[in-house]
């Protein structure tokens, strides 16, 4: 199953007058309640014309109308920084009520923890924005005579026991098929154990339509391999690290417990769980006796390994079940449009990019989170801004991301311009969130703001991105302009710096070799700069002179305190030089002397990678723009650690968060921090996409494309597709005999109708072409 189309055009509209009241099980149920209400459609006034759902939760909640699910969304309604923004999910019910237009109708909500009541962060605490979960829910019929008919979630709804003893997203979930309630939400009220619904205070101002993608299942995968570890655990192997559950059927004895656990790694051939920290990550299923199908749907994990005790025949029984496709993953994420693609005849740089790509798809599960698996699973902000370029090539992610920099927005409101350092930001309900000091603006993490908008407006050419944001961006950059020093540098207050620099300690990601002032300086300044190329765009002319003139001052800043004649920048390690030269941060003969420093300290260290979450995304653009292809290109090819490819080499199927979060020798890290798909450094992937295939945006939203590949690192060919907002924009390029002996470039492009593409070839003069399909040669080119 592959994804599919986000809302269709014909979604309902949204709600103007909200007549629903938030309601909860009087008797909380476990934390997973079922609520009913059962409604007759209003007679004489002919037949229904349009019926509308609209539904949300704090919690999550699977709606469900006489007995059948109403939408294939799980996780619903997702997170989002509730206190200001609750999204609300519309379905199309018209054709459910004309079936059956006379009879009873029942609308049954099955509730779980989700983010809202359950664990979020490292320190052990849930309900941070709910005690219990609770719905609300409105469903508007129009009948063909015009009157309209609202069912609402009230005080006279009934809430009732579900099979599920427990859930959480970090934990699990806990099913008891001897508890099935089976059809509880048709018409004829079951009775036992069934009371009343409480109205919980909420104030309907805060819902809001949910212009994102829902989250949907989106794949199946098979287990590849079934065994028994040392200790006697059952193991499957999925062949991928994968976010999503295992979906069971099982039959056995009634009372027997099956119980999974989940792990990304194998370590000394038992499940890795130390990495997972307090995420308990097991579910737990009671067999009834009959024919049990479990989907723990209020939970997810992060796992390529899943072991299993108590199932029914042992090894051979599972065996059995796998082979009978009764044992599968389900892959979970915000149901997105793929766009990008790449390929290449250097079998492990593409495997690293399916881990770029698998990576995102594990991580933008509603929001865009640091990972998926371990007791923090948060938006990170600084993580995005590293990876927000090359997530905009691989899928469509504008509404996505839209609707997360909402959140952004009202944190920050809330927060008089200083960005979190997640959002939603659960982390200022605790004095010093989990350790860390009191929240300021930091460099990366708070610049998302700035950077996300522009890297969406960058991908989709869509205006609107940076108006609705604009206010945001701006105020953004005032607040750091608030903390600079008197010497106009941002060398003062907390920063998580180039955070993971590999040479940190495991205990210390924050000792990096880049000096934090110089990475945050910079950053200042690309914030600063970007917004008054923003502000110029909206015809806003007085912020765009304001902002461009403080962007000159941090320049002259960074220039006169932090670069030396010699070109060298404080500090004198690759990070600086990568965000000093991309940022546009020197000129002329300086920069020149920044980039050959640069390539100096790369080669230096044997081409291994030496910057963390700041400078990994620009040192290979740092390289290029100042000569030093090759050097790029053996950075991105390097196998030893640390480097790209050498999580590839030790088998790993999604990005590290750390460049060992395996150690060579096949241990796990000793850092208590070791996720194994974190996206950040990921980050790469869109140099990959602009100099390897070669497709750069000239114009935003690729209304004029810049097509200039540099082949290189030995590589023989190499191609990019991309889904632009015009249509495909498409590369391909190969290294091949030439007829006078040498080698020869031979380069197919294909241009969207209504576009252009300047096409950059080594050796060829720049060529301006039309929407089509073109063949280009270029000869004697050594990149090869
Ligand atoms: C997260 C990172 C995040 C960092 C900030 C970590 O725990 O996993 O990805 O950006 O904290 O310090």
């Given at each position: 199953m592959t994804a599919t189309s986000t809302t269709p055009s014909s979604a309902p509209a949204p709600v103007t007058d909200w007549r629903a009241r938030m309601v909860a099980a009087a008797d909380d149920h476990a934390g997973a309640p079922l609520l009913r209400g059962a409604f007759?459609?209003?007679?004489?006034?002919?037949?229904?014309?349009?019926?509308?759902?609209?539904?949300?939760?704090?919690?999550?909640?699977?709606?469900?109308?006489?007995?059948?699910?109403?939408?294939?969304?799980?996780?619903?309604?997702?997170?989002?920084?509730?206190?200001?923004?609750?999204?609300?999910?519309?379905?199309?019910?018209?054709?459910?009520?004309?079936?059956?237009?006379?009879?009873?109708?029942?609308?049954?909500?099955?509730?779980?923890?989700?983010?809202?009541?359950?664990?979020?962060?490292?320190t052990g605490r849930s309900g941070f924005y709910a005690d219990r979960p609770a719905a609300l829910a409105q469903l508007e019929v129009e009948f063909a005579d015009g009157h309209r008919q609202v069912v609402a979630t009230d005080a006279t709804w009934t809430a009732g026991p579900s099979a599920v003893l427990a859930n959480d997203l970090y934990d699990g979930q806990t099913v008891d098929a001897r508890r099935d309630p089976g059809d509880w939400a048709v018409p004829g009220a079951p009775a036992d154990g069934w009371g009343p619904v409480e109205e919980v205070p909420f104030d309907t101002a805060r819902l809001t339509p949910h212009a994102g993608p829902p989250v949907r299942r989106q794949e199946v995968v098979r287990p590849q391999r079934v065994w028994t570890s040392p200790a006697g655990e059952l193991l499957l192997d999925l062949g991928q690290n994968l976010v999503g559950w295992l979906r069971l059927r099982v039959r056995g004895e009634a009372g027997q417990e099956v119980v999974v656990r989940h792990a990304e790694v194998l370590e000394h051939d038992e499940l890795g769980v130390r990495p997972l920290r307090s995420a308990a990550a097991t579910d737990r299923f009671v067999l009834s006796g009959g024919d049990d199908?479990?989907?723990?749907?209020?939970?997810?994990?992060?796992?390529?390994?899943?072991?299993?005790?108590?199932?029914?025949?042992?090894?051979?029984?599972?065996?059995?079940?796998?082979?009978?496709?009764?044992?599968?993953?389900?892959?979970?994420?915000?149901?997105?449009?793929?766009?990008?693609?790449?390929?290449?005849?250097?079998?492990?740089?593409?495997?690293?990019?399916?881990?770029?790509?698998?990576?995102?798809?594990?991580?933008?599960?509603?929001?865009?989170?640091?990972?998926?698996?371990?007791?923090?699973?948060?938006?990170?902000?600084?993580?995005?801004?590293?990876?927000?370029?090359?997530?905009?090539?691989?899928?469509?992610?504008?509404?996505?991301?839209?609707?997360?920099?909402?959140?952004?927005?009202?944190?920050?409101?809330?927060?008089?311009?200083?960005?979190?350092?997640?959002v939603p930001d659960v982390l200022k309900f605790q004095d010093r969130p989990g350790g860390l000091p009191a929240q300021e603006s930091t460099a990366l993490w708070s610049d998302a703001a700035v950077w996300v908008p522009w890297a969406l407006w960058q991908a989709y050419g869509d205006r609107e991105v940076l108006a609705e944001s604009f206010t945001s961006m701006a105020a953004h950059v005032d607040r750091v302009e608030s903390l600079l020093s008197p010497t106009g540098l941002w060398d003062t207050g907390f920063q998580f710096g180039d955070w993971l620099d590999p040479q940190a300690p495991p205990e210390d990601p924050f000792r990096a070799r880049a000096d934090p002032g110089v990475v945050a300086t910079a950053c200042a300044f690309r914030s600063a700069h970007l917004v008054a190329q923003a502000a110029a765009l909206l015809g806003r002319d007085g912020d765009a002179q304001r902002y461009g003139a403080l962007a000159e001052r941090l320049r002259t800043a960074f220039g006169e305190?932090?670069?030396?004649?010699?070109?060298?920048?404080?500090?004198?390690?690759?990070?600086?030089y990568a965000l000093a030269v991309v940022f546009g941060l020197l000129e002329g003969e300086v920069r020149r002397r920044a980039g050959d420093r640069l390539a100096e300290l790369v080669t230096g260290a044997g081409h291994r990678i030496a910057t963390g979450f700041a400078g990994t995304p620009f040192?290979?653009?740092?390289?290029?723009?100042?000569?030093?292809?090759d050097d790029a290109y053996r950075l991105l090819l390097q196998t030893e650690c640390?480097?790209?490819?050498?999580?590839?080499?030790?088998?790993?199927?999604?990005?590290?968060?750390?460049?060992?979060?395996?150690?060579?020798?096949?241990?796990?890290?000793?850092?208590?921090?070791?996720?194994?798909?974190?996206?950040?450094?990921?980050?790469?992937?869109?140099?990959?996409?602009?100099?390897?295939?070669?497709?750069?945006?000239?114009?935003?939203?690729?209304?004029?494309?810049?097509?200039?590949?540099?082949?290189?690192?030995?590589?023989?060919?190499?191609?990019?597709a991309l889904q632009t907002p015009h249509g495909r924009l498409a590369v391909a390029w190969e290294l091949t005999d030439g007829p006078d002996g040498g080698r020869e470039l031979v380069v197919d492009v294909e241009v969207p109708a209504g576009t252009s593409a300047l096409v950059r070839l080594p050796g060829r003069d720049d060529e301006e072409l039309g929407a089509g399909v073109h063949r280009l040669t270029a000869p004697g080119v050594a990149g090869g």
């Open positions: 007759r459609l209003d007679g004489g006034h002919g037949e229904v014309r349009r019926a509308a759902l609209h539904v949300t939760a704090l919690g999550v909640v699977e709606p469900v109308l006489d007995g059948v699910p109403v939408a294939d969304e799980v996780l619903t309604p997702g997170w989002s920084s509730y206190e200001w923004r609750l999204r609300y999910r519309s379905h199309d019910v018209t054709e459910r009520l004309r079936q059956d237009a006379r009879g009873e109708h029942v609308l049954g909500l099955a509730l779980g923890r989700g983010w809202a009541v359950g664990r979020l962060g490292w199908g479990f989907e723990p749907t209020f939970t997810f994990h992060g796992f390529r390994y899943a072991g299993l005790t108590g199932w029914p025949g042992g090894e051979e029984g599972l065996r059995r079940a796998v082979d009978a496709g009764d044992v599968e993953a389900v892959v979970v994420h915000s149901d997105l449009r793929r766009t990008g693609e790449f390929g290449c005849s250097h079998e492990l740089l593409e495997q690293f990019h399916r881990n770029v790509v698998w990576g995102l798809r594990g991580n933008f599960l509603d929001v865009p989170t640091d990972c998926p698996q371990r007791d923090e699973r948060l938006g990170w902000t600084g993580d995005l801004s590293a990876f927000a370029p090359t997530a905009a090539y691989l899928y469509d992610v504008s509404g996505f991301l839209r609707d997360w920099l909402a959140d952004l927005r009202a944190e920050q409101r809330a927060a008089d311009g200083m960005v979190a350092f997640v305190h932090y670069v030396g004649e010699d070109g060298t920048v404080t500090s004198d390690c690759p990070t600086v040192v290979t653009d740092a390289l290029t723009l100042t000569g030093h292809l640390p480097s790209w490819l050498y999580p590839v080499t030790m088998g790993a199927t999604t990005v590290w968060e750390r460049w060992d979060s395996m150690l060579p020798d096949g241990s796990v890290n000793p850092g208590e921090m070791t996720s194994f798909n974190h996206y950040a450094l990921g980050a790469v992937a869109d140099w990959v996409h602009r100099t390897v295939a070669g497709l750069a945006p000239l114009e935003p939203g690729y209304r004029r494309s810049l097509v200039a590949p540099r082949p290189g690192g030995g590589l023989t060919w190499a191609r990019g």
